[in-house]
């Protein structure tokens, strides 16, 4: 079974950074797709940033130049560092983890950006 424990999660203020970290247990790590996504009260899920097993990267829109993912796969962590914090970032963001029909979550962070 594969686990995914996201950290890294706060209160910031606008224009602050923070650094999500997520680790992976049970899994190749290496091989699975990894992503962040993010819920917002009242909104639905989306993706944020998504890393392929080979490095290559995708950002949405609204966070391209402020947002890096990455991953450290000696480690198994995929992290993603977050600058510039805008207030509409606050949000639940999750961690998955993707290989063929493998689908796997975490518990989510509460990141929360507020003067």
């Known amino acids: 079974q594969v686990q995914l424990v996201e950290s890294g999660g706060g209160l910031v203020q606008p224009g602050g950074s923070l650094r999500l970290s997520c680790a992976a247990s049970g899994a190749i790590f290496r091989i699975y797709a990894m992503a962040w996504y993010r819920q917002a009260p009242g909104k639905q899920r989306e993706l944020v940033a998504h890393?392929?097993?080979?490095?290559?990267?995708t950002y949405a829109d609204a966070v391209k130049g402020r947002f890096t993912i990455y991953r450290n796969n000696p480690k198994s962590t995929v992290y993603l560092q977050m600058n510039s914090l805008k207030a509409e970032d606050t949000a639940v963001y999750y961690c998955?983890?993707?290989?063929?029909?493998?689908?796997?979550w975490g518990q989510g962070t509460q990141v929360t950006v507020s003067s």
């Open positions: 890393i392929t097993g080979g490095g290559t990267t």
């Open positions: 998955n983890g993707r290989w063929r029909t493998d689908d796997y």
